[in-house]
């Protein structure tokens, strides 16, 4: 779950063994979006979830577009207003 002092988890990868691994906040925040957090839009290379305990928005990017996939996650809260203007929400 995600703490109410969190405002944004900015996942890593690693090399280990000459293989290309998720850090623990990378895998953190895969382990949120597939079974705490509802996706409620996609937007290009962003995706909008909510937390159904909370009510709080979470955008999730890609924020190192310049390597394969988009490189590591990036999750982020996210007030009311601005998903509404971004996503639409």
Do not use: C
Not at 31 to 52: A, H, M, Q, S, Y
């Amino acid at each position: 779950m995600l703490r109410p002092e969190e405002s944004e988890l900015v996942g890593n990868w690693v090399v280990r063994d000459g293989r290309l691994l998720s850090d623990e906040v990378e895998t953190r925040i895969k382990n949120l979006i597939d079974n705490d957090l509802r996706e409620v839009r996609r937007e290009n290379w962003g995706r909008l979830f909510v937390d159904p305990s909370t009510g709080v928005y979470w955008e999730l990017t890609y924020p190192q577009g310049e390597m394969h996939g988009g490189g590591p996650m990036k999750l982020s809260r996210m007030a009311h207003d601005e998903a509404l203007r971004k996503y639409g929400v």
